[in-house]
């Protein structure tokens, strides 16, 4: 017996704590290789089928003084992102805007990076999950690939990183601001709203964090609503009539019916991309808005139900964050590639302990890569390989919400922590609060 008493008391001591200065160096060091040793040596022309000249031409519109979101000057991007077309200057050269475009896309990539690392060091204050965490940012880059750096997404992935980083500190006020910051950038982060408001409390907690989301989601468009409301008005309604696009989700079914000779489908460009026109592609389009909503809703009718536990343990918020993101993708209508940017943040703070998350998102960011830009023209034209390349994205992005429902809706009621079994895979359920006496032996049962 007294033999075994040594042995017993190593296994209770806590994991050693973690320096987030070295996990954030690392995340940066590997995502910096990435960047600059990776993306120049791809399969693919680093800035093939890019948006910059898109951009640049609004940038130079912007430079000799015309003002946007006028009925003469339609811009379809919600107007924090015009500050980003402008600030590479080099408007009227060509090569350089799109070098300094991509190198300030690289900047915010390391940021979000950085910004994701710490949101693990929170998370996980002892072990080493936040530097897996650290070294799966750099991973998700390189399988997103060059993309990252022709589009202006990883913008959108730096403020779901803040989001994440605010919710790990438990500053949902703060939260709730970046996301007004987020929807004034491209929409999308405000659906995240209301998860603010079930981890703040009952409804009499809600006003801050609701002002603080008005204020950041409204002051970007007030110096334009009130001159020019029609112009302003065709952000929204540029999206709001987007037809089905060809790498949708809801456009499957008709890829593969074209795929097995089924029915013949055929694809028209317009709104900055290419749509899908054959049998039902009408009523797919025009049913996404209400999947979508049936989407979100159920997955927060699955939050509602383990409010408890994601107010107690805010690793497992990272799990609500990644649903919510997927869940947007899966029912869109529009399914664009560098929509995939999005997930990064949260796929790696969820992947950093969950195998079969790490597996199933890596997957779907490299068969995403696979298909774009190098086999997208070819694609078009309905060539078996690059037709099952999308097919099976699309199946995987699929399988990639199910699975994070699914463990959203594992996860165990109450605010109870420590370790939990989800699906056969084991949680961490440590809280950023890890320091104190309670968590740091949760930490060392979980090992």
């Given amino acids: 017996m007294t033999a075994a008493a040594p042995a017993a008391s190593h296994t209770s001591s806590p994991p050693h704590k973690v320096n987030p200065l070295a996990a954030v160096f690392v995340s940066l060091a590997l995502t910096t290789l990435v960047l600059l040793a990776l993306f120049p040596n791809l399969w693919y022309e680093m800035h093939a089928i890019s948006d910059i000249p898109t951009y640049q031409g609004y940038a130079q519109r912007l430079a000799h003084g015309e003002r946007p979101f ?9 107007p924090l992102a015009i500050p980003l077309f402008r600030l590479p200057g080099h408007v009227d050269h060509n090569k350089q805007y799109r070098h300094w475009f991509s190198v300030m896309m690289g900047v915010i ?13 929170r998370f996980w204050p002892r072990g080493g999950r936040a530097y897996v965490a650290g070294v799966l940012f750099a991973v998700s880059v390189a399988f997103t690939g060059a993309i990252i750096i022709n589009r202006y997404d990883a913008a959108v992935a730096l403020l779901i990183a803040g989001f994440l980083l605010c919710l790990a500190n438990r500053w949902y006020t703060a939260a709730a601001f970046v996301l007004g910051m987020g929807f004034a950038l491209k929409f999308t982060p405000a659906a995240m709203l209301p998860l603010v408001l079930v981890l703040v409390g009952p ?19 007030l110096p334009y609503v009130f001159s020019s409301p029609r112009g302003m008005w065709y952000v929204f309604h540029y999206y709001l009539a987007r037809p089905l696009q060809v790498e949708s989700v809801l456009g499957t079914p008709l890829l593969i019916g074209q795929l097995l000779h089924i029915h013949s489908i055929s694809w028209a460009s317009n709104f900055g991309s290419q749509q899908l026109v054959g049998p039902g592609a009408s009523l797919l389009s025009n049913s996404s808005g209400a999947l979508m909503l049936l989407g979100l809703a159920g997955i927060y009718l699955l939050v509602w139900r383990r409010r408890e536990r994601l107010r107690a343990s805010t690793p497992d918020q990272a799990i609500a964050v990644l649903a919510l993101i997927l869940a947007l993708m899966t029912f869109g209508k529009v399914l664009s590639p560098q929509y995939f940017i ?3 943040p949260a796929w790696v703070l969820v992947a950093a302990r969950d195998r079969v998350v790490a597996v199933v998102g890596g997957l779907t960011l490299i068969f995403t890569q696979i298909e774009f830009p190098k086999l997208y023209w070819v694609f078009l034209d309905w060539m078996t390989l ?4 999308v097919i099976v994205r699309n199946l995987l992005l699929v399988a990639f919400f199910a699975l994070a429902a699914w463990r ?20 961490d359920a440590t809280s950023a609060a890890a320091d104190e006496p309670r968590a740091a032996a949760a930490g060392a049962e979980s090992g």
């Fill in 386 to 389: 690059p037709l099952l390349v």
């Fill in 342 to 344: 999005w997930t990064l």
């Fill in 109 to 121: 990539t390391l940021l979000a990076a950085a910004v994701t690392t710490l949101a693990a060091c």
């Fill in 70 to 78: 006028t009925e003469s000057f339609k811009i379809e991007y919600p």
């Fill in 203 to 221: 409804p009499r907690r809600w006003v801050w964090p609701v002002v603080a989301f008005c204020a950041a989601a409204a002051a970007p468009f």
């Fill in 408 to 427: 959203l809706w594992g996860l165990p009621e109450g605010d109870a922590l420590g370790e939990a079994t989800v699906g056969g895979v084991a949680i």
